[in-house]
């Protein structure tokens, strides 16, 4: 409690005296110092810039941000949502290579790997670790939706900016958008010849990139990008087991866009690329809580073994002791055809796009150097999608904007788990004796689905006068979701997936271990909703303006590939749906040296969908799924900058955050109230994952020329949260306590921008800051976890043709 103390009034302080620069995140925002440029996506015919007011310092004042939230180029300060903005040159001076990465920095925000899906979470709010998860948070690159989870692990490329935009995005976003999304714009070709590069070393875990893209005018009509990277890193844990290094990572991405503009009227952009993201080590979990205290009782099988091969366990170690074979490999491909075209007053926008993946996870799920329980996951995944839109000028009395959307995917996954903790079992069991010839048993899950996706979309707003914008907007949805599920046993031939079914007769004889019961079964399910919306806006001055919105949000229903009850019931869950409700500040001050920004909201889930890893009586995991009834996710945040000088500016962020289920009597238990009988319990009024009721980051930036030719900048950031629940049973056992993390930059570079020299730190005070755990099975009280890196330290050289 003291604890909490102290981090609010911390923030509560920094919120007061300093400030975040354009509505942004800290080290997430554009330096004062870059050129805004490329910031318009597709909607944007013209390839418009931003541009500062004729006469005006940059660096003096506070910079003017365009973003495309509604799918128009405006500026940040003049759209009534709430946005954080991650701009290119931050994203290279602070090494920022994915999404995992980039959130490290933002506390209300969490995506990290796991095990059978990644997580994804704004303001409390998330899928939670299943395959059949559409993301409550939608990631959308260059207009494209990606709501599967593993996207999170794809490597950034040639990004002029990331928005994250918070709360339910139901109009322009879609259905699925329910808890916020990323909207991640990359570089457009343009007909002025642009090259950069920037390489990287960090002796800390060995970690390297090399990056860089090239392009410019081919013909009078015709343009082009490229850009490609590779990065990765030998680890900072170390394997006691192996002797490897964790992550042991090897990424590489390449792009090539072109553009072709005959006319001004028409703009058609086609884009190519592709990735593979590979980690040799996996997720590299640790254990810790071996052997458990009281109440626990004493080491269960997987602790046993781990104290008897003397294997690393503790709190935020950076050493574990997991079998080889763990790998983690993610190969991506896509390509995007946006066309433009003018039509008198409106413009009208095609977006065609095809995306896919092939992602494999190696998982030893028991964490020491025997083979007690591994799993496989793989995961196939190809979608198409097709959007129409037709938008008025902006600036007319009356705007408008209305599309069609249609989308088509199949997804391919499911679970290996190889089950050799339970060979003495079976051998104990005279009425399993059959299959001793057959061990170690394996089970296979084969999950397939199709899904297709019809939406329509309006929005249309009055501009009644100079200062006041009325809007409403209505979205229509409907989608078509197809499975099929087997489950079958067999012998496992390797430690990860290979098993070969049993004999016919055998088939059944393994469920009497309580892992599940072999099953055959197939279903469809179709959801429909409208999303309506309306916002109002006012302007204060020509700096200043003030918000409120309401939006109701929708996520269709879905399958769960993990659900191995074999009753066909079981398996579907509902969709979820939100009502949104936000008012907000956003302003200028100071002939443009201070911003304050507020934003107050409130969410309202109903049958919000919940993944619960439960441990079976045998001691192996089975995936639930379950709708808790209502819950709510409230909060106010304030952002701010001061710019004290052209040299020295000072930032900061603060948010409260509630987020809690209102009613939740069906929630899976603990494992402690699992020991006690107990099948479920009720976690009304508890508080929703990755919550945290007080987060926030301050930041100070100086930069001073050493000459006509050089000049020095430095910068300073700290990211504090205060404790949160990281299981979906909001076990206190398994929760992150409150941190600080500080991290800096000095950077020596050139006055023209021409080439840079950074130091980059990271997370310098050493924080231990938990990003994946879960139960240890058959170890009750015992835990599988990962953290953030430790302090790492990190030289790069950043170079402009």
């Known amino acids: 409690m003291q604890n909490e103390t102290h981090y609010r009034l911390h923030l509560l302080t920094g919120a007061a005296v300093i400030g975040l620069w354009g509505g942004t995140s800290p080290v997430l925002a554009q330096s004062a110092s870059e050129p805004i440029v490329n910031t318009v996506n597709s909607s944007d015919v013209a390839g418009r810039t931003a541009a500062f007011t004729p006469g005006e310092e940059p660096g003096s004042l506070i910079a003017d941000i ?91 490329l040639d990004v002029d900016r990331v928005e994250i935009l918070k709360g339910p995005q139901s109009t322009f976003f879609g259905n699925n958008a329910i808890a916020g999304a990323f909207n991640i714009v990359t570089r457009k070709p343009t007909d002025t010849f642009t090259a950069s590069a920037r390489a990287l070393y960090s002796p800390d875990g060995k970690q390297y990139v090399a990056e860089g893209s090239v392009g410019g005018r081919l013909t009078d009509t015709l343009s082009i990008l490229g850009a490609a990277t590779i990065n990765g890193q030998r680890g900072w844990q170390h394997n006691r087991n192996t002797g490897g290094r964790a992550p042991n990572e090897l990424n590489y991405a390449g792009r090539v866009s072109l553009r072709y503009q005959p006319s001004a009227d028409l703009d058609i952009i086609w884009k190519v690329e592709g990735s593979r993201n590979l980690n040799k080590a996996g997720l590299a979990l640790q254990i810790n809580n071996c052997p458990a205290p009281v109440p626990f009782p004493a080491p269960g099988l997987y602790c046993q073994t781990a104290i008897n091969s003397d294997i690393p366990r503790g709190n935020g170690i950076t050493e574990y002791g997991g079998s080889p074979g763990q790998e983690t490999k993610d190969d991506t491909y896509e390509s995007v055809l946006t066309t433009n075209y003018q039509l008198g007053d409106a413009t009208f926008t095609s977006v065609t796009g095809y995306y896919g993946y092939r992602y494999n996870l190696n998982l030893d799920s028991d964490g020491t150097p025997a083979t007690l329980l591994t799993a496989k996951i793989p995961e196939r995944f190809h979608q198409f999608s097709q959007e129409f839109r037709l938008a008025s000028e902006a600036g007319n009395p009356i705007e408008y904007m209305f599309g069609g959307y249609f989308q088509t995917n199949k997804l391919v996954t499911g679970i290996d788990f190889n089950f050799s903790f339970l060979n003495g079992a079976v051998a104990g069991r005279p009425a399993l004796a059959a299959l001793l010839p057959y061990l170690p048993i394996g089970q296979r899950a084969n999950y397939r689905q199709r899904e297709r996706t019809y939406s329509g979309f309006g929005s249309i707003s009055w501009n009644a006068n100079s200062q006041l914008t009325l809007t409403g907007s209505l979205r229509a949805t409907w989608v078509n979701k197809s499975y099929g599920l087997d489950l079958f046993y067999g012998t496992s031939k390797s430690d990860y997936g290979n098993i070969v079914p049993l004999p016919g007769p055998l088939s059944a004889l393994p469920a009497q271990l309580g892992i ?22 006012y302007k204060l001055g020509q700096r200043a303006m003030i918000y409120a919105s309401y939006a109701r949000g929708f996520k269709a229903g879905g399958f769960n590939p993990a659900d191995t009850s074999g009753v066909r019931s079981n398996i579907p869950f509902a969709p979820e749906h939100v009502d949104a409700y936000e008012i907000g500040l956003k302003s200028e001050w100071f002939d443009r040296r201070l911003l304050l920004n507020l934003a107050i909201f409130r969410s309202d889930y109903s049958d919000l969908q919940v993944a619960i890893n439960s441990l079976s009586s045998a001691g192996s995991i089975i995936g639930l799924v379950r709708n808790a009834a209502e819950s709510r996710s409230q909060g106010i945040e304030v952002e701010s900058q001061i710019v004290v000088s052209e040299a020295f500016k000072l930032r900061a962020q603060m948010s409260y955050l509630h987020a809690r289920y209102l009613r939740y009597p069906n929630a899976g238990p603990t494992v402690l109230q699992s020991l006690g009988g107990a099948k479920s319990q009720d976690l009304s009024g508890a508080p929703t994952q990755y919550a945290p009721a007080w987060s926030g980051s301050i930041s100070a930036s100086y930069t001073t020329p050493l000459n006509d030719k050089l000049k020095l900048g430095m910068q300073l950031d700290a990211y504090m949260s205060s404790s949160y629940h990281i299981h979906p049973t909001i076990d206190s056992y398994m929760k992150q306590p409150s941190y600080a993390r500080i991290d800096g930059r000095i950077s020596l570079e050139t006055v023209s921008g021409r080439w840079a020299l950074d130091l980059i730190g990271k997370n310098l005070n050493n924080a231990k800051i938990l990003t994946f755990t879960t139960n240890l099975p058959t170890s009750s009280g015992s835990h599988l976890q990962q953290f953030q890196q430790d302090r790492s330290v990190a030289i790069q050289l950043r170079y402009r043709f």
């Open 66 to 156: 365009i973003v495309t939230a509604q799918h128009r180029s405006q500026r940040l300060q003049d759209v009534p949502v709430s946005v954080e903005v991650v701009g290119g040159l931050a994203r290279a001076q602070q090494n920022l290579n994915s999404l995992t990465s980039l959130v490290q920095i933002a506390p209300s925000i969490h995506v990290a790997d796991a095990g059978r899906s990644n997580d994804l979470f704004i303001r409390g709010i998330g899928s939670g670790q299943n395959q059949g998860f559409d993301q409550s948070v939608g990631v959308f690159i260059d207009d494209i939706y990606h709501g599967r989870s593993r996207v999170t692990s794809a490597t950034f």
């Open 516 to 537: 599940g019961v072999p099953s055959s079964q197939a279903g469809r399910r179709s959801d429909r909703a409208l999303m309506p919306s309306a916002k109002a806006q």
